[in-house]
């Protein structure tokens, strides 16, 4: 049988460079031989345990790549093309997708956790972080890339500009508007450009590693907050007159995070949470105006599917967003293990690592 190469979660605290057999092909399915493909902040909670995946499965939900074979029932592609998946993998066909929610195709317990089943990449099935991915339901979530964007372009578009643009999107950012994006990560930083092509008129990034603040600015912040340099909720409520953000984004997933974008809310304001959170939240009582104050909060889980690719997709054909900064390094499959080790420490200011089998 033959074999490729494929990083593995083992157990906690590791994920390693094996060997498995390349998948077999199924009649919906289609077998991409990945390109490039990533490392995404999530991957580093099932690292680290606290996300629960089975040991011996493939990690990675976000792949580019060719077409290399395509089960015998799968019409409308072509073995050859280049294509991209999203990090969610809807069906199309069950209660969630048709109720609109194709993101939670599949939503089910295990291992006593809620887990999220249209994220099937690197979750419940083996994912992209390896020579071949095998993509369930190809007809529903196949992309083709437009002639003339590289990997780099598009790599964003099946997991971090997806859930960042659904932080404004869900947040329901309108003209005029002040949005505040809690750490300027991947994720913030595309939350950012979609909260300024939604229309907002001031938009707040608050983080504190000074590249992170520059490339804000350059996707659209117009001021950033330094959390080292003072509680970044006085800073914003001064820069707001004291009237406070029509929806605040929090894209990091701490309880201290999830509490300021709380605060820094107006009256009926929104927080739109992106964040995959490790621990039990707590709502303090005088943030949420004992249940009075009129907010909303709202989830999101990365739209996928291959109807919101070709969006995004279009977006950066158009030049209406330039996410190639975002890409600040460069691996070979051969050194997965090491990209883990950098991106997990988060060192050389690393945003996102493309990975070339």
Not at 3 to 28: Q, S, Y
Not at 281 to 292: D, E, S, T, W
């Amino acid at each position: 049988m033959a074999k490729m190469k494929a990083a593995i979660f083992v157990e906690k605290n590791r994920i390693v460079l094996d060997e498995k057999p390349i998948p077999e092909v199924g009649p919906l399915d289609a077998l991409i031989r990945v390109t490039t493909t990533t490392i995404c902040g999530t991957d580093i909670h099932i690292l680290k345990g606290e996300y629960p995946v089975a040991k011996g499965l493939t990690v990675g939900h976000e792949p580019v790549g060719i077409i290399e074979k395509l089960g015998s029932a799968v019409q409308g592609y072509q073995e050859g093309q280049r294509v991209i998946a999203g990090a969610i993998t809807p069906s199309g066909y069950t209660n969630a997708c048709l109720c609109g929610c194709g993101s939670q195709d599949g939503v089910g317990t295990r291992h006593g956790f809620r887990a999220t089943g249209g994220w099937k990449f690197g979750n419940t099935i083996d994912g992209c972080q390896a020579e071949y991915v095998l993509v369930p339901d190809a007809m529903a979530n196949l992309a083709p890339v437009p002639d003339g964007l590289t990997d780099e372009q598009v790599l964003m578009c099946p997991d971090i500009m997806s859930t960042g643009f659904s932080g404004a999107e869900r947040g329901q950012v309108r003209i005029g508007d002040t949005v505040v994006v809690f750490a300027l990560g991947p994720i913030g930083l595309c939350a950012v450009a979609g909260a300024r092509l939604m229309g907002a008129a001031t938009i707040i990034g608050v983080d504190t590693v000074p590249a992170r603040l520059e490339v804000a600015r350059a996707m659209g912040c117009d001021q950033v907050v330094d959390f080292k340099a003072g509680d970044p909720v006085d800073q914003i409520m001064q820069i707001t007159d004291g009237r406070g953000a029509d929806v605040a984004i929090e894209a990091l997933g701490t309880q201290g995070t999830f509490e300021s974008a709380l605060r820094v809310l107006r009256p009926g304001g929104t927080l739109s949470s992106l964040g995959v959170y490790s621990a039990d939240l707590r709502i303090p009582l005088n943030a949420f105006a004992a249940g009075l104050g009129d907010h909303t909060i709202v989830t999101t889980l990365c739209p996928g599917g291959k109807e919101r690719m070709r969006r995004l997709m279009g977006v950066i054909e158009t030049g209406r967003v330039d996410l190639k900064p975002l890409v600040t390094h460069q691996f070979s499959l051969d050194r997965i293990e090491e990209a883990y080790d950098l991106f997990g420490h988060q060192r050389d200011g690393v945003l996102k690592v493309a990975i070339k089998p």
